[in-house]
């Protein structure tokens, strides 16, 4: 079993790259309730595609709050690497859809430090219709966001933080809502910008659909309980201390697939459980 | 219609420098918390206008208790309690609406408190929670045209973090936006724009000046900078032809201002599908 201590180590698993966030024995609690994060130690490297996995109430937003800066650690300390810039897609369920803003706009305000003329320039206009083009957004620069499919509406704010110029996307639950078909575009697309040399964190609670076709699956409930390969990492051990709940995996066609233990139908017929486009994405 | 405008001296008020004076403010103030409610009502913040002004109220009193200036005072109060509201909200899981509840609130209360056992302050007392937009000097004109200038400025030069931090202040900051210092300027700002119009709208109906051509302009497009323009012409027109009507109708300047920019709520509403714009003025 990975342990927190030999996530350390877990850099055998990836190419080794330059240390972009470290987080050393980092602890979260808000108020006086209990600690939602502990002794939280973690390496994200340039060009890294890390999923954190881990059920409601984990930690699994509060991590990427405070590997991002936007939430103060109550002990332990964060290092970003100096002059990084992460661009950040938030939980769709926290987008006020009603706010009046078309998609350039929503992509424009990305550019936000420093003096900048409160019009997108012709340049920024050209980079915008450029960014939303290569994420498949083509033709939609005017219209509102929330008209406005679900896997188009992620990948506005995807390309929002791209726009940025930042290296490093954090997306907290970037496949919530979405259908299969949308959600496999999307694990593409942050597969070929993570192929392009953008480093890519983010947290899911779809284990089959997502996590186990990322190389680095981090299994958080408050402490870290197992990081590095989907093939070590989810495991009926580690998935059941994470999740609280007894978990099988399964082999159908190649791929492993995580089931409930408590529902022996799943079990008995593997197929129910697996997610018929998967092998789209066996290339990761 | 016709025999209305034949029957009327349209240009014969502006005889008078005090009609072109509270015209010009009028105007002006329309358009000033035009631009200003956007922000206002995109944060969720509908009832602050209504809240300052009231809390700015129990500034003028104390400032008159204490000796300093009362428009200094009273402005300062406002930035106080502007600024309050905001690091309440943000430090406790407390609404903006409660936060303005419990602020402004207590600071009216202290305000009727301390004219109610030391006496009114001044003579002002009663423009400032009614207004008195016939009564404006050359020296409301200016504050109006300098808080105006300075709101715009503010806009222009802060445009981007502005939107960004409305729209998704946890997402701006983590972007390296600096959403205290845009927060504190947009409160300051807010603060002053309810300082200068007070005295012209009144404590009373100075909400709706602030709340109702955002309003307006969010019905009639789907794009922020479109809104803005929107919103302050809104603004400017209920200002302009509501000063225009109470001399003629010989109404209250501030109610007729509020009665016409209501008027343009209820067209947006019921016209509002066919003539929404869609973003294309800001374009």
């Known amino acids: 079993m990975n342990t927190p ?40 490297e340039r060009g890294d595609l890390i999923g954190i996995v881990g059920p409601s109430g984990s930690g699994k937003s509060t991590l990427l709050r405070v590997l991002l800066g936007s939430l103060k650690p109550s002990h332990g300390t964060v290092a970003r690497s100096r002059g990084m810039t992460i661009g950040f897609v938030p939980q769709v369920e926290r987008i006020d859809w009603n706010f009046p803003v078309t998609v350039s706009e929503c992509v424009g305000m990305a550019r936000s430090r420093g003096w900048k003329t409160p019009w997108i320039t012709k340049n920024e206009r050209v980079e915008i219709l450029d960014v939303l083009e290569r994420l498949g957004l083509h033709g939609l620069a005017d219209r509102h966001i ?33 259908d299969v078909k949308t959600r496999h575009e999307v694990l593409h697309l942050l597969a070929d910008l993570n192929a392009e040399g953008v480093t890519v964190v983010l947290s899911t609670h779809d284990l089959n659909g997502i996590a186990a076709h990322l190389p680095i699956v981090v299994c958080l409930n408050t402490r870290i309980l197992g990081a590095g390969s989907p093939e070590r990492v989810l495991t009926p051990s580690i998935l059941e201390q994470t999740y609280g ?40 | 219609m016709t025999q209305f405008f034949a029957a009327v001296d349209l240009f014969g008020p502006y005889e008078f420098q005090f009609f072109r004076n509270g015209v010009i ?10 631009l200003v409610g956007c922000y206002v009502v995109l944060r969720n913040m509908s009832y602050i206008g209504h809240g300052l002004s009231h809390a700015i109220f129990g500034g003028y009193a104390v400032a008159g208790l204490v000796g300093v200036n009362l428009f200094l005072g009273a402005g300062t109060w406002g930035v106080v309690t502007a600024l309050a ?21 207590a600071s009216f209360a202290l305000g009727i408190a301390v004219v109610q056992k030391y006496g009114s302050p001044g003579k002002n007392a009663d423009a400032l929670l009614f207004g008195n937009i016939l009564g404006v000097n050359a020296g409301d004109v200016w504050l109006v045209a300098g808080v105006s200038l300075t709101a715009v400025a503010l806009v222009a030069f802060g445009y981007r973090p502005l939107l960004f931090t409305t729209f998704d202040e946890e997402v701006a900051e983590a972007s390296g936006v600096n959403t205290t210092l845009v927060e504190v300027l947009l409160m300051i700002v807010l603060a002053a724009t309810v300082l200068a119009t007070m005295s012209v709208i ?8 602030l709340v109702v051509p955002a309003v307006v302009a969010r019905m009639l497009t789907d794009s922020f900078s479109t809104m803005l323009l929107i919103a302050t012409a809104v603004g400017a027109v209920s200002g302009f032809v509501g000063m225009n009507l109470s001399f003629h109708l010989d109404l209250p300047s501030g109610s007729t201002i509020v009665l016409v920019a209501t008027a343009m709520f209820l067209a947006a509403f019921v016209l509002g599908n066919r003539v929404h714009l869609a973003g294309k003025l800001g374009k």
């Open chain 1, 5 to 44: 201590s030999s996530l350390m180590n877990r850099r055998t698993l990836t190419p080794a790259g330059e240390a972009l966030i470290e987080a050393r024995s980092l602890s979260v609690a808000f108020a006086t309730g209990p600690n939602v994060l502990d002794d939280i130690n973690l390496t994200v």
């Open chain 1, 146 to 178: 929330r008209d406005l499919s679900g896997g188009q509406q992620q990948r506005v704010f995807l390309a929002r933080a791209l726009f940025t110029g930042a290296e490093t996307i954090f997306l907290d639950e970037p496949t919530s809502g979405l």
């Open chain 1, 245 to 284: 709940s007894p978990m099988k995996i399964l082999e159908h066609a190649g791929m492993r697939v995580v089931v409930d233990a408590g529902y022996n139908s799943s079990v008995d017929n593997p197929a129910l459980t697996t997610v018929p486009s998967a092998k789209r994405v066996s290339g990761l």
């Open chain 2, 25 to 34: 403010v009028a105007t002006l103030a329309g358009a000033l918390c035009g």
């Open chain 2, 85 to 105: 509201i905001g690091g309440i909200v943000r430090r406790r899981p407390i609404g903006s609406d409660a936060a303005i509840g419990v602020v402004t609130t």
């Open chain 2, 202 to 209: 009144g404590v009373t109906l100075i909400a709706a000046t």
